[in-house]
């Protein structure tokens, strides 16, 4: 049975850092792309960022790039996410992804339907 599950977030005053983390289980976690996806109130679900399956590529969304940093750590099966710098645009809920249709992160990673495996999100509020 796979498992995914986000944890991590939080209320956080704006320029603030949080740290989120993914657990996975169930299935290879290391032949696996892992990606960061966020969805805000009332928004569509947007990629944030992509971390290929032996984690020598990683991939941001311009609204990331600078301010997180994606990571993974394939002896412990989990996905991190590190957020600096944050602001209120970055409220929303952070979902965590396996994708075994795209494992290197390639341009068409922020396509939803290349993922396999999702969670079931970690809510993010920052405070201005």
């Known amino acids: 049975q796979v498992q995914v599950v986000e944890s991590g977030g939080g209320l956080v005053q704006a320029g603030g850092s949080l740290r989120l983390s993914c657990t996975t289980s169930?299935?290879?976690?290391?032949?696996?792309?892992m990606g960061w996806f966020r969805q805000a109130a009332g928004k569509e679900r947007e990629g944030v960022s992509c971390?290929?399956?032996?984690?020598?590529?990683?991939d941001y969304k311009d609204s990331a790039n600078g301010r997180f940093t994606i990571s993974r750590d394939n002896n412990k099966n989990t996905l991190y996410l590190q957020m600096t710098s944050l602001n209120a645009k970055d409220t929303a809920t952070y979902y965590c992804?396996?994708?075994?249709?795209?494992?290197?992160?390639?341009?068409?990673?922020?396509?939803?339907?290349?993922?396999?495996?999702w969670g079931r999100g970690t809510q993010v509020t920052v405070s201005a």
């Open positions: 971390i290929n399956w032996s984690g020598a590529r990683t």
């Open positions: 169930g299935f290879t976690f290391d032949v696996y792309a």
């Open positions: 992804a396996a994708s075994g249709l795209d494992r290197h992160c390639s341009g068409s990673w922020p396509n939803k339907d290349q993922w396999n495996y």
